[in-house]
């Protein structure tokens, strides 16, 4: 079972102490949803990056530089 | 001299690592407090920790920038993250964190600053910097570090200062 360490600030004494079956569930959950969030965000990033590749690829089309599509970022 | 910054408790990981480091019964009688860690994850590989408060994960929230030597992204998340070392990073190194919490016994909501980065002899490495929020108006008494998954490593530490204005 995985320990969790606490210091108890009103004494200074630190205990390591196992999780209960609730905290290891919590802590799953946890992680869970923070995967779930980081994959939105990764997402979320990615299909920006997209969409200035291919906004970038059609000012190219219309005959842009590369230094005129630059400033306008 | 009035004794301004106190070192009010430090933690230390021992041998096999740890699910999280607790601070608990934190006293009120401060003005803020600051919260400096030195924390390497044991087996997850996204170089993030977290920290909450009084044991809940309820109405966190954070707008961040961050960089990783090569690209910088900003946004919004409804955690309280900063960076720790990962497994690949340079064996050894820590990530670090200093995290500020003013007016940390108040009855406002809680506000919360951090500056971390990671440590890593490679071209990657992270620097996270974060505008956060606690939205709940109870005075802060617990403070828990955590990684996103598995343990926080050995000899990972965190030392929670209290300061006071007078």
């Keep these: 079972m995985p320990t969790k360490l606490i210091v108890d600030c009103s004494t200074g004494v630190t205990t390591e102490v196992e999780l209960t079956a609730e905290e290891v569930a919590q802590r799953e959950a946890d992680a869970v949803a923070f995967a779930e969030i980081k ?34 970022s | 001299m009035a004794n301004t910054y106190v070192a009010i408790a430090t933690v230390t990981v021992g041998s096999g690592g740890a699910a999280s480091m607790d601070f608990t019964n934190i006293p009120a009688t401060y003005t803020d407090l600051q919260l400096l860690v030195s924390i390497r994850e044991e087996t997850s590989a996204t170089a993030v920790a977290f920290i909450k408060f ?45 995290i500020y919490i003013p007016n940390y016994a108040g009855s406002n909501y ?39 998954t598995g343990d926080v490593a050995q000899y990972s530490t965190a030392t929670l200062y209290g300061i006071k204005n007078s």
């Design chain 2, 110 to 148: 809680k506000s919360v600053s951090s500056d971390s980065v990671s440590e890593n002899n490679a071209t990657g490495a992270f620097s996270r910097l974060v505008a956060g929020l606690w939205s709940n108006t109870s005075a802060i008494n617990q403070i828990t570090i955590t990684t996103d």
């Design chain 2, 54 to 98: 009084n044991n809940t994960t309820a109405n966190r929230s954070e707008r961040y920038l961050q960089g990783n030597g090569s690209t910088a992204v900003s946004g919004t998340t409804a955690v309280l993250q900063f960076i720790a070392c990962q497994p690949s990073d340079t064996a050894n190194t820590f990530g670090n964190a200093s």
């Design chain 1, 39 to 72: 994959a939105a965000e990764e997402a979320a990033a990615q299909a920006k990056a997209d969409a200035k590749a291919s906004a970038e690829a059609k000012l190219a089309a219309l005959g842009l530089t590369p230094e005129e599509i630059a400033a306008l």
